[in-house]
């Protein structure tokens, strides 16, 4: 068993700043790569970020590279998302989620890969 809480979101202007925060506690942190999501209202949850269990792979989807980056702190069991030039478009509620399976680089970017998640934390980009 995984426990996830995100936190860091809230309201911010277009071309402003945010950085995500979820901490993880049960199961050995290092041990999982993780991944962040997000969901819009009236949208599909969609990928936005992951990154591998060392830090060493990252991945992105194309909408928000140049602007957000993933990071990781094994020693604090966290994951971050940095969010640059925030755009209204990334205005959606954000999920952090340990990855329990498949392999290869799609299947980073695939709900069906991520076994616990987080409750999300609301991110709102006003223009």
């Known amino acids: 068993q995984v426990q996830l809480v995100e936190s860091g979101g809230g309201l911010v202007q277009a071309g402003g700043s945010l950085r995500l925060s979820c901490a993880a506690s049960g199961r050995t942190f290092s041990l999982y790569d993780m991944g962040w999501f997000r969901q819009a209202p009236g949208k599909e949850r969609e990928f936005v970020a992951a990154i591998t269990r060392s830090g060493a792979g990252t991945y992105y989807a194309d909408s928000v590279k140049g602007r957000l980056s993933i990071s990781r702190d094994n020693a604090k069991n966290r994951v971050y998302l940095q969010m640059n030039n925030l755009k209204p478009e990334d205005t959606a509620v954000y999920y952090c989620?340990?990855?329990?399976?498949?392999?290869?680089?799609?299947?980073?970017?695939?709900?069906?890969?991520?076994?616990?998640w987080g409750q999300g934390t609301q991110v709102t980009v006003s223009s």
């Open positions: 989620a340990t990855k329990g399976s498949g392999t290869g680089r799609n299947s980073y970017t695939l709900m069906r890969s991520y076994d616990y």
